[in-house]
């Protein structure tokens, strides 16, 4: 079946636009997490949904950043008048159960590069 | 708040000698341990993880783990690598009633013939 896709792959910004990504987690699954990987680092948590409640954002960097899951399924992380730091790849997980110890299935992540 | 550490950046090991990565953490009580691998343009996979019982976890592609809880560690092995073990290994640490994961900063394989 088809795993977690992430659009776009690639997004290029100037500083100061807003820029949203996708994430479609794998069918059914009830947890979506987001987290931040910077250039030669691990990834870091953003936040994390249980279907469309927003159970935990203690990882978003700034006010700047919005996530929603509006319908329990596809998701969409906001960054607002981007900065240089923001440029990462931003990975989406899901899971199938109420917790993310079961396993979490990654996407491919969208790089974004801020100029 | 729990912390995983990776002391290697980066291993050079030969094609068919064995491997050991190694996965330090710090946390109060018995975490979830896992090990991910990431390729080039991919996510993250998911080799093995570790909950409770047998402190050796068998996974995926002949990977295993061992949980040592007197060093706080979680080493990853395996007896004989192959070309396309080549990647960025990361080991992450959950705990009880917080969702998320804590990952270190990962270990880049490069494997010569």
């Known amino acids: 079946g088809a795993g977690v896709s992430q659009s776009p792959r690639y997004k290029v910004a100037k500083r100061g636009q807003d820029v949203a990504l996708r994430c479609d987690p794998i069918s059914g699954h009830v947890s979506l997490f987001w987290y931040q990987q910077a250039l030669g680092q691990g990834p870091e948590f953003l936040t994390y949904f249980q279907n469309e409640a927003q159970l935990d954002k203690s990882g978003l960097p700034s006010d700047r950043f919005f996530a929603e899951r509006p319908e329990g399924s596809v998701s969409t992380l906001k960054i607002q008048r981007t900065q240089q730091e923001d440029s990462a790849v931003y990975l989406c997980a899901s899971s199938p159960s109420g917790t993310g110890y079961i396993e979490q299935y990654f996407g491919p992540g969208t790089r974004l590069t801020v100029t | 708040a729990q912390s995983v550490t990776q002391p290697d950046i980066h291993i050079t090991v030969s094609e068919g000698a064995s491997l050991e990565l190694r996965c330090n953490y710090s946390y109060g009580a018995t975490p979830y341990l896992f090990w991910y691998v990431q390729s080039p343009g991919q996510g993250l996979q998911l080799l093995l993880k570790?909950?409770?019982?047998?402190?050796l976890v068998q996974g995926i592609k002949g990977f295993e783990a061992e949980f040592k809880r007197s060093q706080s560690s979680f080493n990853l092995r395996k007896p004989s690598v192959h070309w396309s073990d080549a990647a960025e290994y990361f080991c992450a640490v959950g705990v009880f009633g917080n969702e998320k994961l804590t990952f270190g900063t990962g270990t880049r394989l490069t494997i010569i013939p």
């Open positions: 570790y909950f409770s019982g047998d402190t």
